[in-house]
C-alpha cells in the first residue's frame, strides 16, 4: 500500500542521464519531511543512495544527485552506467500513519 | 562498522506466529540515538515497513500489520526481533532488519540494512 508514487521503469544509453520522480501528499513530502533514496541490486538488500533529499553516503557517486519540489522528489543519474542497473526506492516518513513509506519503485535499464 | 544479520526459520505454516531476530555487531545497539526496524518484500514486488524499536523498547507498527506485529528488543544480546502471528501466504517474502536514524532536517532514513531472511509461509 505505498503511498509515494514512482514510474515503474526508466531507461537510456550508457552515458544519458535518466531520472526518478517520487510523488506523495501533504502528510508525507508536503509536511516537509525529507525523502531518500534506496538501489537494489538484483537479489541483494537495498543500500542507502541519498538521504535528505541531496546527500550521498560516503563512496556514492556524484553521478547520482537529488532534489525536491513541492510534494515530489526527484533522482537523477548522470553519465548512465551498466552497474546503474537496478531497482530504485523513495523513502519518507507520513504523519498520517505515523511510521515509514516507501515508492513503489522504478526499474532502471541501461539500454 | 555496523552490521546487521537477520535469523530465523525460513518455512512457517499458516495459522503460525513467524519469528525473526537480527542480530547487530560492530556497535552496541543501546549506543546512539537509533531505531531499528523490520521491513519486508514480497518476491517480485516493492518494500513495505513494518515496525520499529527505539533501545527504550519504545515501538511504533505500520498500521497494516499493527494487529499482529511485536517487535522486541534484547539490548544484552545486541539483537532485536520481530513477531508476526496469524500468518498467511501473503506473509510469505524477504525480511529485512536495518538500522534508522534521523535525518539532519526532518525524517529518517535506514542507513545499514542486513542481508535479509526469506520467509515463506506454506502448510
Known amino acids: 500500500q505505498s503511498v509515494l508514487t514512482q514510474p515503474p521503469s526508466v531507461s537510456g544509453a550508457p552515458g544519458q542521464r535518466v531520472t526518478i520522480s517520487c510523488t506523495g501528499s501533504?502528510?508525507?513530502?508536503?509536511?516537509?519531511?525529507?525523502v531518500h533514496w534506496y538501489q537494489q541490486l538484483p537479489g541483494t538488500a537495498p543500500k542507502l543512495l541519498m538521504y535528505g533529499y541531496s546527500n550521498r553516503p560516503s563512496g556514492v557517486p556524484d553521478r547520482f544527485s537529488g532534489s525536491k519540489s513541492g510534494t515530489s522528489a526527484s533522482l537523477a543519474i548522470t553519465g548512465l552506467q551498466a552497474e546503474d542497473e537496478a531497482d530504485y526506492y523513495c523513502q519518507s516518513y507520513d504523519s498520517s500513519l505515523s511510521g515509514y513509506v516507501f515508492g513503489t519503485g522504478t526499474k532502471v535499464t541501461v539500454l | 562498522q555496523v552490521q546487521l544479520q537477520g535469523s530465523g526459520p525460513g518455512l512457517v505454516k499458516p495459522s503460525q506466529t513467524l519469528s525473526l531476530t537480527c542480530t547487530v555487531s560492530?556497535?552496541?545497539?543501546?549506543?546512539?540515538?537509533?531505531?531499528w526496524s523490520w521491513i519486508r518484500q514480497p518476491a517480485g514486488k516493492g518494500l513495505e515497513w513494518i515496525g520499529r524499536?527505539?533501545?527504550?523498547?519504545?515501538?511504533n507498527y505500520n498500521p497494516s500489520l499493527k494487529s499482529r506485529v511485536t517487535i522486541s528488543v534484547d539490548t544484552s544480546k545486541n539483537q532485536f526481533s520481530l513477531k508476526l502471528s496469524s500468518v498467511t501466504a501473503a506473509d510469505t517474502a524477504v525480511y529485512y532488519c536495518?538500522?534508522?536514524?534521523?535525518?539532519?532536517?526532518?525524517?529518517?532514513?535506514?542507513?545499514?540494512w542486513g542481508k535479509g531472511t526469506t520467509v515463506t509461509v506454506s502448510s
Open positions: 536495518a538500522r534508522v536514524l534521523a535525518s539532519n532536517s526532518r525524517g529518517y532514513y535506514m542507513d545499514v
Open positions: 524499536i527505539y533501545n527504550s523498547g519504545s515501538t
Open positions: 501533504s502528510s508525507n513530502i508536503g509536511a516537509g519531511y525529507d
Open positions: 560492530g556497535g552496541s545497539i543501546s549506543s546512539g540515538s537509533f531505531y
